[in-house]
């Protein structure tokens, strides 16, 4: 565990789950922070972080002025650069785990993360956080892709019947969200963000208006 005086910012954390957002919060009035990590494997038992990109949505808009990205320093390797493009001088020039971890989570606060996949970001940032402070986040999540799986069993996807896959490109190609700076961790925030604005849209029309209504519990 990191013994260093960053630690003073876990009260502070864990502190903003006080008087948090319920099951009964209306969506609009949630700040979620959409999520997405570049890490060294798929694995998140012995994944090491990349990047960490986020943005927050509230009110129904992407708000571009509260965001985050942080490069994480590591010993330089073949797999940085043939999967996410990161040469050695940009990985030299990253922050240390703990750093970013605790840059991470005085932005994150009680933010609901949000994310395609996002097991494999929370329990590799979780891992980060145990390793260096003793804590895992507590913050409620929600899929993308769980929610446009609950919104077809809604009959949302009525009108596209042979509409089946819905990895990221696929969800980009139905709702005409164009996949800049695809396997970017900001990159993927931003095109994640874009279709999570699009199933709260769908999802309000069948009654899903409330923060209990979306989120799907990812298992402990």
Excluded at 28 to 53: C, K, Q
Excluded at 57 to 70: K, M, P, R, S, Y
Excluded at 100 to 112: Q, T
Excluded at 174 to 198: K, N, S
Aim: some cysteine; aromatic content about 8%; overall charge negative.
């Amino acid at each position: 565990m990191d013994n260093s005086d960053t630690g003073q910012f876990i009260p502070d954390y864990l502190g903003a789950f006080e008087g948090s957002w319920t099951e009964q919060t209306p969506a609009e009035r949630v700040r979620f922070v959409v999520l997405d990590t570049e890490t060294t494997s798929t694995d998140a038992r012995t994944a090491r972080l990349i990047t960490i990109g986020a943005l927050a949505v509230n009110g129904g808009q992407i708000l571009l002025g509260d965001a985050f990205e942080e490069m994480i320093a590591l010993g330089y390797t073949s797999s940085s650069v043939a999967v996410h493009g990161i040469t050695r001088d940009e990985s030299r020039e990253g922050v240390s785990e703990a750093a970013a971890i605790e840059s991470f989570l005085k932005y994150l606060r009680d933010g609901v993360t949000v994310g395609h996949h996002i097991g494999h970001d929370i329990e590799t940032i979780n891992r980060a956080a145990e390793r260096n402070f003793g804590i895992k986040l507590e913050n409620q999540s929600l899929d993308t892709m769980d929610l446009a799986l609950h919104l077809k069993d809604d009959g949302a996807f009525l009108g596209k019947p042979e509409f089946e896959d819905f990895s990221l490109d696929a969800l980009c190609d139905l709702f005409g969200v164009v996949p800049h700076d695809r396997h970017t961790a900001g990159g993927d925030a931003f095109i994640t963000a874009q279709i999570f604005l699009r199933l709260l849209r769908i999802a309000r029309k069948f009654g899903r208006n409330r923060l209990g209504a979306l989120t799907v519990p990812y298992p402990t």
